[in-house]
């Protein structure tokens, strides 16, 4: 069972949650405690594919 760190999309920084290969997430809030910013991101098998720049925040 492969598992792989989620990266935030935007600095590249580490985030503390780890999804399995056939993780799914829609709509999920993502928060960077690098840089201190959230965006909902949408994922599929390890693959965001396409962080909603319309929520983060500064």
């Keep these: 069972m492969l598992k792989e760190w989620i990266r935030y999309p935007v600095c590249g920084g580490k985030i503390r949650v780890k999804v399995r290969r056939y993780t799914e997430l829609r ?7 690098k840089c ?6 949408n994922m599929k098998q390890f693959v ?3 962080p909603d720049a319309k ?3 500064q």
Aim: glycine residues 0%; proline residues 11%.
């Design 27 to 33: 709509n999920f809030p993502l928060y960077c405690p």
């Design 48 to 50: 965001i594919i396409e």
């Design 36 to 41: 201190k910013q959230e965006t909902v991101i």
């Design 55 to 57: 929520t983060q925040s």
